[in-house]
């Protein structure tokens, strides 16, 4: 059974920086690529990064381009989000997702998400 | 970056009704088009992929349709389950985009 779990969500300061961490059995997580999608409280659903399965292609929102750095350690089955010059905008709960298949890009698995609050 | 608007972004509805819901992009996006379920507190799950194909466990109450920048989510017999907000995203090109939502509830 696929299963991913995030942490490492919190209450930070603007300005501030944390990183998640998204744990991820059930599946062979080198030959997978990742995204992190979030959502802030009430509202809709943002797509924020993506990575591929070695790491050779990333990409990002615009809204976190410069900020954020997504990252994988395939010998520890994990993903990484790490988010520098945090603002109150960020503030959300954080999903990591599974491609549904090695050439499938939907968003086929996700995470429970973690939440973090920006705020002084 | 692509722009993706759904209608209508709530609709009450009934046991038993036939529930659309629809999903436009800015620019074609072939048949690169995903149907998502949300309910309070759960994180989003993926119903239909590839516009039309049905993930593996959805009932067969839902279907997708659509091609190029058109695209809808039909629901044939709302069930009590299906009360929830429902997304679209295009996985065309990065960066993904969503659409704002659907909020289906009960009349």
């Known amino acids: 059974e696929v299963q991913l779990v995030e942490s490492g969500g919190g209450l930070v300061q603007p300005g501030g920086s944390l990183r998640l961490s998204c744990a991820a059995s059930?599946?062979?997580?080198?030959?997978?690529?990742m995204n992190w999608v979030r959502q802030a409280p009430g509202k809709g659903l943002e797509w924020v990064s993506y990575i591929s399965s070695s790491s050779s292609t990333i990409y990002y929102a615009d809204s976190v381009k410069g900020r954020f750095t997504i990252s994988r350690d395939n010998a520890k089955n994990s993903l990484y989000l790490q988010m520098n010059s945090l603002r109150d905008e960020d503030t959300a709960v954080y999903y990591c997702?599974?491609?549904?298949?090695?050439?499938?890009?939907?968003?086929?698995?996700w995470g429970q998400g973690t939440l973090v609050t920006v705020s002084s | 970056a692509i722009q993706m608007t759904q209608s209508p972004s709530s609709l009450s509805a009934s046991v038993g009704d036939r529930v659309t819901i629809t999903c436009r992009a800015s620019?074609?996006?072939?048949?690169?088009l995903g149907w998502y379920q949300q309910k309070p507190g759960k994180a989003p799950k993926l119903l239909i992929y590839?516009?039309?194909s049905l993930q593996s466990g959805v009932p067969s109450r839902f279907s997708g349709s659509g091609s190029g920048t058109d695209f809808t989510l039909t629901i044939s017999s709302l069930q009590p389950e299906d009360f929830a907000t429902y997304y679209c995203?295009?996985?065309?090109?990065?960066?993904?985009?969503f659409g704002p939502g659907t909020k289906v509830d009960i009349k």
């Open positions: 995203l295009q996985d065309y090109n990065y960066p993904f985009t």
């Open positions: 620019q074609g996006i072939r048949n690169d």
């Open positions: 997702a599974r491609d549904l298949g090695m050439d499938s890009p939907h968003l086929g698995y």
């Open positions: 059930g599946f062979t997580f080198s030959s997978y690529s």
């Open positions: 590839a516009a039309s």
